[in-house]
């Protein structure tokens, strides 16, 4: 699981911010009108084979989703900015957004509309690419404010302050740089209930998503023990690395959750889970 839950909001925080509602009401609505052994057939395709099933899931999304003239998706994504040569070119790119929800893994549009020679409207995308710090703190709330009402303070924001959240089972450590001119601020977030996220959110309102640890990976079916050691290797090589790394930038800011953690413990101790300290 990538990110606070298993949610189309955060995993189309991408580039191109406009087409996010589009692309997540679409993943959300198809995923119901498949059985779950073809999700999961599909889900465990490699990213690289993606061309390969456009024969099949491709071709559904294109005579259920895109050549029905009532569609109310294309005229979403035409509202938001979309341009498109042909069906078959939207259709690849709707399979590799759908791959890419159901594997909780961040997709990044622009990438993929250069893929399959897709455009934005010029005026929709330099509107999108105009930097404001007021973007970072819309990106942080629309997050988290669902999952646990936690939001960016907004000292913090004016302030290019480093804090940590610990509420409602989150420890969010922030962080403010910036790079090539563009102000941004780095989260890590972390709760027993999913996995550890690591992103950069932009003035621009990009998201960047940054190396976090991985907890134990599906295996493809029918691995063999060689391909589940090779996978089992890379893992540990992949967190060593995530450790060193949150060694080094979070070191402080861990500390001061550590602490908060154990007040916390100590009021509950003391006052009772009902109770307010």
């Known amino acids: ?3 606070p839950l298993r949610s189309s909001e955060f995993i189309f925080l991408m580039r191109a911010d406009y087409l996010r509602r589009p692309l997540a009401d679409f993943t959300e609505e198809i995923e119901a009108e498949f059985n779950s052994s073809d999700l999961e057939e599909f889900q465990r395709t490699p990213a690289s084979e993606l061309t390969r099933v456009h024969s099949s899931v491709g071709r559904y999304i294109r005579d259920r989703w895109i050549q029905r003239e009532d569609s109310p998706l294309l005229t979403d994504l035409h509202e938001a900015g979309l341009r498109w040569p042909d069906a078959d070119a939207l259709s690849r790119f709707l399979t590799a957004a759908f791959w890419y929800y159901l594997n909780s893994a961040p997709f990044d549009a622009r990438e993929h509309l250069r893929s399959y020679g897709l455009h ?3 005026e929709v995308e330099a509107e999108a690419n105009r930097a404001d710090p007021l973007k970072i703190k819309a990106r942080f709330d629309a997050v988290y ?7 960016l303070p907004e000292d913090a924001l004016s302030e290019r302050r480093a804090g940590e959240i610990v509420e409602q089972g989150w420890t969010i450590l922030y962080q403010f ?3 090539d001119g563009v102000e941004f601020m780095d989260v890590y977030d972390m709760h027993r209930m999913t996995s550890d996220s690591h992103w950069r959110i932009f003035a621009t309102g990009a998201v960047e998503h940054l190396p976090a640890f991985r907890e134990a990976m599906p295996y493809p079916r029918g691995a063999s ?3 589940v050691r090779r996978l089992e290797q ?12 949150i060694e080094r930038k979070w070191s ?4 001061r959750a550590l602490k908060a953690c154990e007040q916390k413990l100590r009021e509950l101790a003391e006052h009772g889970p009902g109770d307010e300290p």
């Open 1 to 3: 699981m990538f990110g």
């Open 120 to 122: 934005l409207d010029p």
């Open 145 to 151: 404010a669902p999952v646990g009402g936690m939001i």
């Open 177 to 179: 740089g910036s790079a």
């Open 225 to 227: 023990e060689e391909e």
């Open 234 to 245: 890379e893992q540990e090589e992949h967190n060593a690395s995530v450790r060193e790394l």
């Open 252 to 255: 402080k800011q861990m500390h």
